[in-house]
């Protein structure tokens, strides 16, 4: 307990020293299980990823299809907005960008609102899931995700607080204008920049 302690805080300099820890941030060993609601089940019979909304051709992915697309693998820092940090998270999946230019983005296209299991979603520019480090993963550190955190997909933004990466994910609806999800409905930051402690909305 008191060498796990050591270690955290060791790590904790660290980060700090090198830059990667934002202000506000603690950083964890361990991984926290975060999520509004229960775990859902995975049917892969049934299960689809769908690129809807202002693109050239709407898409729905079978869970085959989306393991043929090609792997990426990227190993980033996770900040979540109620203080913990987790780095160095190795990821394995298929780039967010390349699924949405399957669907081929139209040129008014500015916003994303991700969908999830259970009626969950999450907001973002279309620019920042385009990014190269922002994954739809399948792994973490080598391992398939576990039920509670994502199975069997879920998405990875690192530049932003963790709540937009949405667990249990479903869709990419593709927007023109910028349409707040569940967290930014509920007062959190429309953006959530963790380097510039963008937790909550001004008003
Ligand atoms: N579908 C879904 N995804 C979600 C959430 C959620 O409630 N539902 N919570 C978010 C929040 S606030 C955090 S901090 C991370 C936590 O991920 P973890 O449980 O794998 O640590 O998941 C995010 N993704
Ligand atoms: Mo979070």
Same mark, same amino acid.
């Not at 933004?157 to 249990?168: E, G």
């Given at each position: 307990m008191l060498f796990e302690g050591n270690e955290r805080k060791e790590l904790e300099r660290k980060m700090k020293a090198e830059g990667r820890l934002p202000s506000g941030q603690a950083a964890t060993l361990k991984w926290p299980v975060l999520h509004y609601g229960s775990v859902p089940r995975f049917d892969p019979q049934t299960w689809d990823f769908r690129v809807y909304g202002t693109v050239e051709r709407p898409i729905r992915l079978t869970w085959t299809e989306l393991n043929q697309q090609p792997k990426c693998q990227t190993t980033s820092d996770f900040h979540c907005v109620t203080r913990w940090s987790r780095f160095d998270n190795h990821w394995t999946g298929v780039l967010a960008s390349r699924i949405l230019k399957l669907a081929g983005i139209k040129l008014e296209a500015r916003f994303v609102l991700v969908h999830a299991e259970q009626g969950y979603t999450a907001n973002l520019p279309l620019e920042d899931l385009l990014r190269g480090g922002v994954i739809l993963a399948t792994h973490h550190d080598g391992q398939t995700l576990s039920a509670e955190h994502g199975y069997p997909l879920r998405l990875i %933004?690192?530049?932003?607080?963790?709540?937009?990466? %949405?667990?249990?994910v479903r869709g990419f609806e593709v927007l023109e204008k910028n349409v707040p999800g569940f967290w930014e409905q509920n007062g959190y930051h429309i953006y959530g920049d963790p380097w510039k402690e963008q937790r909550f909305s001004d008003y």
């Open positions: %933004v690192p530049h932003l607080y963790a709540w937009k990466s %949405v667990k249990w």
